[in-house]
């Protein structure tokens, strides 16, 4: 049996051991790995190499895409392919892309709307501002949720 709240001491390190400067990488899963990489690479812009029978291993290409410089940071994950899915995914759970403008999260939501059906994208969110972004959400066909953001300067004003 767990501890009740009251019974759990949290530590925070004077000087913790690590200082990451991003998540760099995280695994989901897919009951199609080859409409997988067609979404990820096509549509969101990412580098796909299919590691093993059923593996699929992904990245950012960099900085407009053109790789990453010599110690730079960068991102990866892994797709396992599953008969089924078995855990579907809540949008609060999801895998998110930042854009560089407002104009550009417009462009990638009406490309999801008007692309949705040849990459299995479902249920469009419209773009709005959230959390500290200007953003929208989109489901994929494994029930994956995916969001496309523009980081603002200032979080408290709208992006437009």
Known sequence: MGKAPSQV????????LNRPQA???GTFVSTDLTRTQKLLEDF?????????????AVRDGGPNGKGHPVGGNYWA?????????????HVLNHWGFD??????????NK?????APDYGI???QQPRDI????AFYFKDFDENWWEFQYRKPNPGESAK
């Open 9 to 16: 001491q949290y530590l925070k390190a004077e000087q913790p």
């Open 131 to 134: 959390h500290g972004v200007y």
């Open 111 to 115: 490309a999801a709307l008007e692309m």
């Open 77 to 89: 994950f892994e797709v396992s392919e599953v008969a089924e899915i078995e855990h579907p995914q």
């Open 23 to 25: 998540i760099a990488g």
């Open 122 to 124: 479902d249920k469009v």
């Open 44 to 56: 969101a812009g990412l580098e796909c190499v299919k590691m093993a029978n059923g593996k699929l």
């Open 99 to 108: 854009l560089a403008t407002p104009e550009e999260v417009d462009a990638a």
